[in-house]
Antibody
Framework: EVQLVESGGGLVQPGRSLRLSCTAS????????MSWVRQAPGKGLEWVGF??????????EYAASVKGRFTISRDDSKSIAYMQMNSLKTEDTAVYFC??????????????WGQGTLVTVSS | DIQMTQSPSSLSASVGDRVTITCRAS??????LNWYQQKPGKAPKLLIY???SLLSGVPSRFSGSRSGTDFTLTISSLQPEDFATYYC?????????FGGGTKVEI
């Protein structure tokens, strides 16, 4: 069974950092792009960023709202994707989902998704 | 950035109804359009990818179509488990963007 499990969320003060993890199982992790999508309380979905698979350079793309503050990385030996979030702002408060992309370089669609982890940025 | 305008933002329907949700892209995106279903407190689930391809395991009452930059998700006969919020998403170019969502209520 393909499964994604996020961890690392919690309450953090503005300006501080947090690292989220997405542990994958049930598929060849190294072949797939991996994405992060967030959802603020009561709001819609917002794409945060993705990392391509190593065959496509392992490069990253980010939304403008997080570029320069968030960094996505991957450890294919452990089947884990990470997202380092620095200089957190109150507007970063959201449930963060990781999602599997495709094997085509960029994640043409997201399937499946993890259950999400809540990040609350507040003093 | 490509804007995805989804309509309506909410609708009321009954079991057995035919439901249509529309998503309009602000520029050409070919068929790089996906549809997701999200129930309260749960992660989204992919229903349709590449505008009209039904994900394996998704009931055939769900279908997607494209006309230019207009995309449609149709539920042919609404079932109780279909009451949820639906989102479109373009994957033509970054930043990847979602529509604002359509809440389907009883």
């Amino acid at each position: 069974e393909v499964q994604l499990v996020e961890s690392g969320g919690g309450l953090v003060q503005p300006g501080r950092s947090l690292r989220l993890s997405c542990t994958a199982s049930g598929f060849a992790f190294g072949d797939y792009a991996m994405s992060w999508v967030r959802q603020a309380p009561g709001k819609g979905l917002e794409w945060v960023g993705f990392i391509r698979s190593e065959p496509y350079g392992g490069t990253t793309e980010y939304a403008a709202s997080v570029k320069g503050r968030f960094t996505i990385s991957r450890d294919d030996s452990k089947s884990i994707a990470y997202m380092q979030m620095n200089s957190l702002k109150t507007e970063d408060t959201a449930v963060y989902f990781c999602a599997r992309g495709t094997t085509y370089g960029d994640p043409n669609w997201f399937d499946p998704w993890g259950q999400g982890t809540l990040v609350t940025v507040s003093s | 950035d490509i804007q995805m305008t989804q309509s309506p933002s909410s609708l009321s329907a009954s079991v057995g109804d035919r439901v249509t949700i529309t998503c309009r892209a602000s520029q050409r995106i070919s068929s790089y359009l996906n549809w997701y279903q999200q129930k309260p407190g749960k992660a989204p689930k992919l229903l349709i990818y590449a505008a009209s391809s039904l994900l394996s395991g998704v009931p055939s009452r769900f279908s997607g179509s494209r006309s230019g930059t207009d995309f449609t998700l149709t539920i042919s006969s609404l079932q109780p488990e279909d009451f949820a919020t639906y989102y479109c998403q373009q994957s033509y170019s970054t930043p990847l963007t979602f529509g604002g969502g359509t809440k389907v209520e009883i």
